[in-house]
C-alpha cells in the first residue's frame, strides 16, 4: 500500500497499539470509556471511496475489534463511527460504552477527560489485544 | 428478514424518505447539515453481529447514500456513524458536512437546531434519491 506516516494529532492525543502493514491500532488517552482507532493505511479520507476488498477487510477488523472491546470491557453498546472533521486521515473510532461511564448516552468527540492509562494497563491491552488478534508480537511496535 | 416496525423516536425525528423491504432512508429534521439515516430491517443491534452478507448489503447502501450526499449537497466531508446509546434499533447516520455549516468542526449529536425543511424540499430529495438509488417511486412512502 502508500508510505504511511500516522497524523501528528492522532500520534498526540492516542497510544500506538499495534501497527501491521495495512492498518494501526491506537487507543485513545481517554480512559473514561474503551476507545479504539483503526487507522488504514491508505491517502483515501473517505470511506466510500476505498475499494471494495478493502473495505471488506476493514469491516473484518471492525468486527474483530468490536468483538474485542465488547467482551473484554464488559461494553454495552459499540459506537462505531468515521468523522474525519479535524483529522482528514481516514480512521475508524470503535468505542465500548458503558450504561455507567461519565458521558453516557451523550457522544464521546470533543469532552474534556482526567482519566487516563498506565503503562501497565497500556500493555495488558496490547497482550490481549494482539492475542485476540491472532498476531505475532513482532507486530507490536 | 423480520417485520419491521421503526423506533419512535426516529420517527419523530425524522422524514421517512424511502421505504424498501429491507431498509429504510431517513432525512433527519434537522436542516443545518444534511443527514441522512440508514435503518436496515433487523433485530440486531451491533454492526458486528450482523452477517457478512448483510453488512456487504449495508456497506453498499452506505457507499451509495455517501456519494448521493458528497454530490447533491456539494459536502466537504462525509461522517458515517452508527451510535444506538439513545435508540437502540440500528441505524447509520450519513451526514454531509461542510465547513462552512453552523457546528464545523462539531459532531452533530445532541445539538439544537431551527432550520427545518418544507415539503417541496422533501419532495426533491426524494425524488433525487430515489433516483440515484435506481429504484422506482413504488418504493416511496
Known amino acids: 500500500m502508500t508510505t504511511f506516516s500516522l497524523d501528528e494529532r492522532l500520534r498526540k ?8 502493514d ?16 483503526l487507522v488504514p493505511h491508505t491517502n483515501q479520507t473517505e470511506f466510500f471511496n476505498l475499494r ?7 469491516c473484518e477488523q471492525i468486527n474483530l475489534l468490536s ?3 465488547k467482551l473484554h ?8 463511527a468515521t468523522i474525519g472533521n479535524v483529522v482528514s486521515q481516514m480512521h475508524i473510532h470503535v468505542i465500548g460504552r458503558r450504561r455507567d461511564d461519565v458521558y453516557w448516552p451523550d457522544v464521546v468527540w470533543g469532552r474534556e477527560f482526567d ?3 498506565d503503562s501497565a494497563q497500556l500493555s495488558l491491552v496490547r497482550e490481549r489485544l ?12
Do not use: M, R
Open 13 to 20: 492525543d492516542c497510544h500506538v497499539i499495534i501497527e501491521t
Open 22 to 37: 495495512s492498518l494501526s491500532y491506537l487507543l485513545h488517552s481517554n480512559a473514561e470509556v474503551s476507545w479504539f482507532i
Open 52 to 58: 471494495s476488498s478493502i473495505q471488506n477487510q476493514l
Open 67 to 69: 468483538e474485542f472491546v
Open 73 to 80: 470491557f464488559d461494553s454495552d453498546k459499540i459506537n462505531v
Open 115 to 117: 482519566k487516563t492509562y
Open 130 to 141: 494482539t492475542s485476540y488478534l491472532g498476531l505475532s508480537n513482532t507486530f507490536n511496535i
